[in-house]
């Protein structure tokens, strides 16, 4: 119980976009082809917080999160979860709660998880913790290691530490040969630590990261090229700045997405894709609901696809639907939004048209509503 009131103190008091428990909100996943304007919103995660997404060195993404799926207690509550994408993100593995080995019996559980590659194309996961599950002054930032992603082995000693105030969120990232740690400012101002390392274990810290109110450095860093460091930050909406060194950064620029804990990676084609604590599930049957229950497939989809097919489905609010297909290295082939309505169902017909026979992975999707699978086309 003790953890979950941390968990809760942390996503109340830093987060302006986390008023409500985290596990009353999903996280959210979204496209964008320039970084500022993001499209496509849709539901990555159920009861979920603090997210980070990184793209391996086989071009395989992960995304780590703070995961609180029902019932409290259980192996999924309260937990840090990871899951796989291999066609950048259009279709993912279910979540599973990861194990840190060596991590100390009075510790807590970690939380505030932030992944990384190392030199050696192994796996960091830097994150949150400190003694007997308390939150105070021994909470700091640590790390853990890993060849695949779940199962993970303690570094010795903290990263970072303050002995008069505790330390959360850490977000990392190697720039232009430098790691680069911050970490929200907990107690009498704003901004974020700023620390360095030449090997992201021994950090020297900085002078901090100067910010306001409503912009707070709870988020994650993004390369966008060898001479710009961009940090993707928490506030009324979700926000970045710049930088050519990580030290200084430009004024705080806007994008139109509403939310907390942004993490966003580079993809395929120049592509970004941005996962992010989305707003708290409806408590009335007047709001808009958009989560995964209220679009149902009326019969399964067909596989394999003919040429052209029809695809059957329930949809209670919105009043279309679009098509979009992929091949498997995630190449947007062709979006459909034809459709009908038919006794009280609707129906889209999937045209292949000049599609080679194969294996295509296939997106039905409504404003924040969608179904992703795979599909054999046949001729």
């Known amino acids: 119980m003790k953890q979950l009131l941390i968990c809760c103190f942390l996503f109340v008091s830093l987060n302006l976009y986390a008023q409500n428990e985290p596990w009353k909100r999903p996280l959210k996943i979204c496209s964008s082809i320039d970084g500022v304007s993001w499209t496509g919103v849709q539901t990555f995660q159920d009861s979920s917080g603090v997210p980070c997404v990184i793209k391996?060195?086989?071009?395989?993404?992960?995304?780590?999160?703070?995961?609180?799926?029902?019932?409290?207690?259980?192996l999924t509550w309260?937990?840090?979860?990871?899951?796989?994408?291999?066609?950048?993100?259009?279709?993912?593995t279910i979540p599973q709660p990861i194990v840190v080995n060596g991590l100390p019996v009075n510790?807590?559980?970690?939380?505030?998880?932030?992944?990384?590659i190392t030199d050696s194309n192994r796996i960091r996961i830097y994150f949150s913790s400190g003694l007997n599950m308390v939150?105070?002054?021994?909470?700091?930032?640590?790390?853990?290691i890993s060849?695949?992603?779940?199962?993970?082995?303690?570094?010795?000693?903290?990263?970072?530490?303050?002995?008069?105030?505790?330390?959360?969120?850490?977000?990392?990232?190697?720039f232009r040969g430098q790691w680069h740690l911050v970490n929200p400012v907990t107690t009498g101002g704003t901004g974020?630590?700023?620390?360095?390392?030449p090997d992201g274990m021994n950090f020297t810290r900085v002078v901090d990261i100067v910010s306001d109110p409503s912009?707070?450095?709870i988020g994650n860093f993004i390369e966008m090229d060898t001479n710009v460091l961009r940090f993707y930050g928490s506030g009324m909406s979700i926000w970045y700045s710049s930088s050519p060194n990580g030290g200084m950064w430009s004024s705080f620029t806007n994008t139109n997405i509403t939310g907390g804990d942004p993490s966003v990676v580079k993809i395929s084609g120049g592509n970004y894709l941005m996962v992010y604590t989305g707003p708290p599930y409806p408590t009335s049957v007047n709001e808009d609901l958009t989560?995964?229950?209220?679009f149902k497939l009326y019969q399964n989809f067909p596989n394999p696809f003919n040429p052209v097919t029809i695809i059957n489905y329930e949809l209670r609010i919105a009043n279309f639907v679009t098509l979009s297909v992929y091949d498997l290295n995630g190449k947007h082939l062709k979006t459909l939004v034809n459709q009908k309505q038919n006794a009280g169902k609707y129906e889209l017909e999937f045209n292949g048209g000049s599609l080679p026979s194969g294996i295509y992975v296939y997106k039905l999707s409504s404003d924040n509503i969608s179904e992703v699978r795979k599909m054999m086309l046949i001729r």
Do not use: C
């Open 56 to 74: 391996l060195p086989s071009g395989i993404l992960i995304s780590a999160f703070q995961w609180f799926r029902q019932p409290a207690g259980s």
């Open 78 to 92: 309260d937990r840090v979860a990871v899951k796989f994408s291999g066609d950048n993100g259009i279709s993912w």
């Open 107 to 116: 510790f807590a559980r970690p939380f505030d998880p932030t992944l990384t």
């Open 135 to 144: 939150l105070d002054t021994s909470i700091n930032t640590y790390s853990a």
């Open 147 to 174: 060849d695949d992603g779940i199962n993970y082995t303690m570094d010795p000693g903290f990263r970072f530490s303050l002995s008069d105030r505790l330390v959360v969120d850490p977000a990392l990232i190697k």
């Open 192 to 197: 974020a630590y700023h620390n360095v390392s």
């Open 215 to 217: 912009h707070q450095w």
């Open 291 to 294: 989560e995964p229950s209220d």
